[in-house]
Structure formats: structure tokens, C-alpha cells
């Protein structure tokens, strides 16, 4: 082929990794100029090298050429733009294979030339359009942040195998041509038994994050029995106060006085409403975050009016769902922070929210928290953990609220986070 036909060929291979990369950073948008400047920049330079340059160092070029412009049309990291340069060729080669491997399962003469390459890469295309439209690969691309190392080691097996496969394919075409289907076949079986593997390993994962908060949480349950139990005394000899109070004086001060005193004893009675919670993980994580709130010198209430608060997921979901929100309240470097949580239901939906003392954020500034890398604040960013936050809601059909409400003549930014009673 010519470099004008090599060219054309890149130019779908462009297609391919765009629209793949677009779906495994969840990017609703891209710039369409950008875009096609780079299709035709990369298209053009591969089809120079593919003409001009020996193997393997062709290869080497065009996988460079692709990370490069992944780098330039979304402006992310350079080691997240090789991990998704990875992930992109392993669906295009198998893609690719496969359908080579059909013609040939149905009787058509495979030959390298351009007209076979033009319908290969049509097909090809069509696939990549079906994949990218209908499977969440963006779930994929999240393992590599949570440094899921089974997954990892995965990828890496397959992308060894791709590029095996690939300087095969280019070193001896005749040789791959004619055992392709038995390639074919090998490549899908091979991603499927990796993909068991992943499934088990992510299985087990999940296992050992839910072992972690039990063995992390369900022992401050002790400390909270046990500061409750110290403080019962005290609450006896309260009561006894109350009581001679109410038989010894009638007149209104007193009665006011007595109220007073009431509401004085109402956040030390607060322990004993967690205590109440039928999730004990819950129980001891909330039991934790009020004594980081002590340390860290923020009124922090906890409101719960629903003792028997249970949802869809799993304990470590909701704890770092809830964690990230309140730590997120903590770290807004407020003057005296007011952070509540409350836990609630509201008929037949479940409720959660999460507020804090907060400047007011119009609609736009609203929209853009839960974009990847979005702070509001100057060190610590809302950024990933509010990203992560959505995902966990929306994998359990929940929804979540940003609202700017006022408690007390003052702004109070609240997440409001709602699912479905089941």
C-alpha cells in the first residue's frame, strides 16, 4: 500500500481510539476542532511511518503517536492516557482479529492489501461504535485509580499478548492469515478466561473491603457502650436534679431554667441515639468522625431519625460514600465549621444529607463538583471523591442533590443523597 492508503487506514484507527478513549474517560464532550486536527495529524504521521519505518519500530511510533493525542484532546495525566492507549488497542486488535477471522470462517481469500483493509476497518469500526455506545467502560478504567492490582496484572497479561500478536501480525501476514481463526479464537478465549479471573479477583476484593470496616468500626462500638456506661451516673444524678427541681418550684423562670438545662444535656444524650443504630458498622464509623470533630474543633451533629436506616449497599460503600461527603464538610478551612448529618426517611425513600457552613454556589459552580479534579477548596479537593461518590449512587439507582439552604440566617451547602426503600 501507498502512504495516502496507509493513511486512510490510520485515519479509522484515529476513529477507533477516540471514540473507545472518550468512553473509558466518561467525557460527555470533546472539542470537535481539536479533534479532527489531531485524527489528521496522527493519520498522516503513522501513514509517513507505516510506509518508511521497519517493525518493530513502527509499532513502537504509532503507539506513541496514539498516547499523544489521547494527551492533547482530553488534557489528562500522561500515565492515564497510556493506561487508556492500552485498554483501546486490546478491544481494537481482538475486534480486528475476530472479524478477520470471520471472513475467513466464510470463505473469502484474506489478502494484505487496501480493499481488504478498507472493509476490515469498516467492520471494525461499526463494532468499536457498538461497544462505545452500549458497554460502561469507564468502570474498567476506574479499577486502575483504586490501584486494584489483580486488575492491573490482568491488563498487563493481555496487553503483552496484543503486542505479541501484533508484531506477529506485521512480521508475517502470510503466517497470521493462515492460522487466524485459531488466533481468533485463542485471543477470545484468552480475554475470557482473564476476565473470570477478574470477576473472582474483584469478588474477592469486595470481600475483603467489607472484612476491613468490620474489623475498622465494630470495635469503637465498644468504646461507645463503654463511655455511655461512664456517663449513665451522671445522667441518673441529672435526672434526680430535674426531678427535685420540678416538685420545688412551679413559677414560669423556673420552668424556663429547667428547659434550659434540658437542652444543655441534649448533645451528651446524642451517644445514646447512635447507640440505637441497627448498622453497627455505621454506628462506629459516625461514633469516630464526632471525635475527629472534637480534635479538629468543628461542631459536628449527628441527627438520626431512623434507627433502622439499611440500604442496598454494601457496609464499606456506605462508608466511604458518607465519609467522603463529611470529610469533605471537615476540610473547607471555614471559620467555626457546623457540619450535620442526618439520616432519615421521607415515605418510601431513604435520606441522607450532608451540609456544612458554606459561601453560596450558583447553579454552574454546583454543576461542575462532581467533574474529576474539581476543588472548591485550596488543598484538598472535592475533586475524586465527590467523582466516586456519584458512581456509588448511580450503581444503586440513587440520586444526589446539591442544595444551598438556610439554617439560622446563614448559607448551608447540603448534599442530599436519596434512594428507594427496598
Known amino acids: 500500500m501507498g502512504v495516502i492508503e496507509f493513511m486512510i487506514m490510520g485515519i479509522y484507527d484515529a476513529l477507533n481510539y477516540i471514540l473507545l478513549s472518550k468512553k473509558f474517560l466518561n467525557q460527555e464532550k470533546i472539542d470537535k476542532k481539536r479533534c479532527i486536527f489531531l485524527i489528521l495529524l496522527s493519520s498522516g504521521c503513522m501513514g509517513m511511518i507505516k510506509k518508511n519505518v521497519s517493525n518493530p519500530y513502527s509499532i513502537l511510533i504509532s503507539s506513541f503517536l496514539c498516547i499523544v493525542m489521547i494527551f492533547f484532546l482530553y488534557r489528562r495525566g500522561i500515565m492515564l492516557s497510556i493506561y487508556v ?10 475486534i480486528q482479529l475476530i472479524v478477520t477471522g470471520l471472513f475467513v470462517g466464510l470463505g473469502q481469500t484474506i489478502e494484505y492489501n487496501f480493499i481488504n483493509g478498507f472493509i476490515i476497518q469498516n467492520v471494525t469500526l461499526g463494532f468499536v461504535i457498538i461497544i462505545s455506545r452500549y458497554l460502561p467502560l469507564h468502570i474498567i478504567l476506574k479499577h486502575f485509580y483504586e490501584n486494584n492490582k489483580v486488575f492491573k496484572y490482568l491488563i498487563f497479561n493481555l496487553f503483552i499478548i496484543i503486542v505479541s500478536i501484533l508484531l506477529y501480525w506485521n512480521n508475517d501476514m502470510k503466517g497470521i492469515l493462515k492460522n487466524i481463526i485459531s488466533i481468533a479464537t485463542l485471543s477470545a478465549g484468552i480475554i475470557y478466561i482473564n476476565l473470570v479471573f477478574l470477576r473472582e479477583g474483584l469478588k474477592n ?7 476491613k470496616i468490620y474489623e475498622d468500626y465494630l470495635p469503637i462500638i465498644d468504646d461507645l457502650m463503654d463511655e455511655i456506661r461512664a456517663r449513665q451516673h451522671e445522667f441518673d444524678n441529672h435526672i434526680q436534679a430535674l426531678r427535685m427541681a420540678m416538685i420545688t418550684n412551679d413559677d414560669k423562670e423556673s420552668i424556663v431554667a429547667v428547659r434550659k438545662y434540658m437542652d444543655e444535656l441534649e448533645p451528651n444524650n446524642r451517644l445514646n441515639k447512635l447507640a440505637k443504630l441497627d448498622n453497627k458498622v455505621l454506628a462506629g464509623f459516625l461514633y469516630s468522625k464526632i471525635n475527629e470533630a472534637k480534635k479538629l474543633g468543628i461542631n459536628f451533629q449527628v441527627e438520626i431519625e431512623d434507627y433502622g436506616f439499611r440500604l442496598k449497599l454494601k457496609d464499606y460503600e456506605l462508608v466511604e460514600m458518607i ?7 471537615f476540610e473547607t478551612n471555614i471559620n467555626n465549621n457546623h457540619v450535620f448529618l442526618r439520616l432519615k426517611k421521607e415515605k418510601d425513600t431513604n435520606v441522607i444529607d450532608v451540609g456544612n457552613r458554606h459561601p453560596y454556589l450558583n447553579p454552574e459552580q454546583i454543576n461542575k463538583m462532581f467533574k474529576k479534579g474539581y476543588s472548591t477548596k485550596s488543598k484538598t479537593g472535592r475533586g475524586y471523591g465527590l467523582f466516586h461518590v456519584r458512581q456509588v449512587i448511580e450503581k444503586y439507582q440513587g440520586t444526589i442533590q446539591v442544595l444551598n439552604e438556610t439554617e439560622n440566617k446563614e448559607n448551608y451547602l447540603v448534599f442530599r443523597i436519596s434512594f428507594a426503600s427496598h
Open 85 to 94: 492507549h492500552m485498554l483501546s488497542l486490546i478491544f481494537i486488535i481482538v
Open 205 to 211: 476484593q469486595h470481600i475483603e473491603k467489607q472484612q
Open 323 to 329: 465519609g467522603n461527603l463529611i470529610n469533605n464538610a
